[in-house]
């Protein structure tokens, strides 16, 4: 099962140049698993239709979704499934998802992928970050309410004693490092309990670095960072730390010795209330806004779309399982709204939600009866 990122969906984004081929399909894990090659050959044939509705002759049609009707092809493709499946095409690239989520059968032909129903496995609902620390490695996993999985982030220092060594400090590792093991080998441990102030200020320059790094790859996040190690180095890690989203609660323990599925869980058990309480702070401020009339959020689409595009939106609440049709002018901010969807239309909820994204806003996907003011959509503006 290979989860969607927020870095899939801006390598996506990069993408988009003609027309796009977005499609979703809920997915049988067991039991009449031949269902799943026969409905995305349904999708496969309605995306063909749409294509011939935008000018494409039918043989150019079937040659941009060749690389789809491969896999539908692929009987092993079919016995390895999620509970659903999402397939983005463009002339030059296709990339599929298997996801642990149940998508309603969707095909959307336009000049931008179609993420919307990606959205609770995207954002607002559940993603963070594990720092596993030792003075031996440092692990970064990003996490999801269904999984989590190893980052490799180039630049991270390969253990306390690369740190020693590159600042000239052989000396202490020598002094410090236990003494070899039955093969011959020095141990990674190097401090515990009980170290002093210049054994502290050697794991702060480790850390410093372990920081650095981290900077460079999530300075952008806006979601929680829990640290997971042996009591004595949260601390110090704690006291370099520059990311605002580093929670309170850490995991103690020497992550080495914890299986990686058991991290995840601790690591969920601490981060699942903050999502829980985050959603209902920002549903509750975006109903008392809307309440008094103030004109920092909204409810209406011709104010959101525009804002979305212009950067403007801090929180966004997009109803799940819909799609408003129509079309943007970005140079007079205004949008025109279809009954049905027209060529050329986009799927105005799914754009508002893209370029939220874009922008580093937050965005909440929700049943329509949860969105405020009984809407389809709703807004905090940052001004």
Avoid at 70 to 82: P, R, V
Avoid at 176 to 198: D, I, K
Avoid at 255 to 265: A, H, Q, R, V
């Amino acid at each position: 099962m290979n989860i969607i990122t927020r870095e899939d969906i801006q390598n996506l984004f990069k993408e988009q140049e003609g027309l796009c081929v977005s499609l979703y399909a809920p997915m049988e894990k067991s039991g009449d698993t031949q269902q799943n090659p026969i409905r995305f050959k349904n999708l496969l044939s309605e995306a063909e239709k749409r294509l011939v509705g935008y000018g494409f002759r039918e043989s150019d049609a079937k040659e941009f979704l060749a690389p789809a009707k491969k896999i539908q092809q692929d009987s092993l493709f079919w016995e390895h499934q999620s509970d659903g499946l999402a397939v983005f095409l463009s002339k030059t690239h296709m990339h599929y998802y298997r996801q642990p989520y149940r998508f309603k059968e969707l095909v959307v032909v336009a000049d931008r992928f179609h993420i919307k129903p990606l959205l609770p496995l995207l954002v607002g609902d559940g993603r963070f970050f594990i720092l596993a620390l030792s003075q031996s490695s440092i692990k970064l996993m990003q996490g999801t309410r269904f999984n989590v999985n190893e980052i490799d982030l180039e630049g991270l220092p390969e253990g306390l004693a690369s740190v020693i060594r590159q600042e000239g400090m052989e000396k202490l590792l020598q002094f410090h490092t236990s003494t070899p093991s039955t093969r011959g080998e020095r141990s990674a441990v190097f401090f515990g309990h009980g170290a002093g102030y210049e054994t502290k200020e050697i794991i702060q320059r480790y850390f410093h670095a372990v920081n650095k790094s981290l900077h460079e790859y999530i300075r952008n996040e806006k979601i929680p960072l829990v640290l997971a190690g042996v009591d004595y180095l949260l601390p110090i890690y704690r006291e370099v730390n520059t990311y605002p989203f580093l929670v309170d609660e850490g995991i103690e323990g020497n992550p080495e010795n914890i299986p990686k599925d058991k991290l995840y869980e601790k690591a969920w058990k601490i981060v699942e209330p903050i999502f829980t309480k985050d959603q209902k702070n920002a549903l509750e401020k975006c109903m008392s806004l809307l309440q008094k009339g103030d004109k920092t959020a909204s409810s209406r689409l011709e104010e959101i779309v525009p804002a979305a595009f212009n950067g403007r939106i801090d929180t966004l609440f997009v109803a799940i399982g819909i799609e408003k049709w129509g079309r943007f002018n970005p140079e007079s901010n205004q949008i025109v709204i279809h009954e049905k969807s027209e060529a050329s239309d986009i799927d105005l909820l799914d754009f508002s939600a893209t370029q939220t994204l874009n922008h580093s806003g937050i965005v909440y996907a929700l049943e329509t009866e949860n969105i405020p003011n009984q809407s389809i959509i709703a807004a905090i503006f940052r001004y």
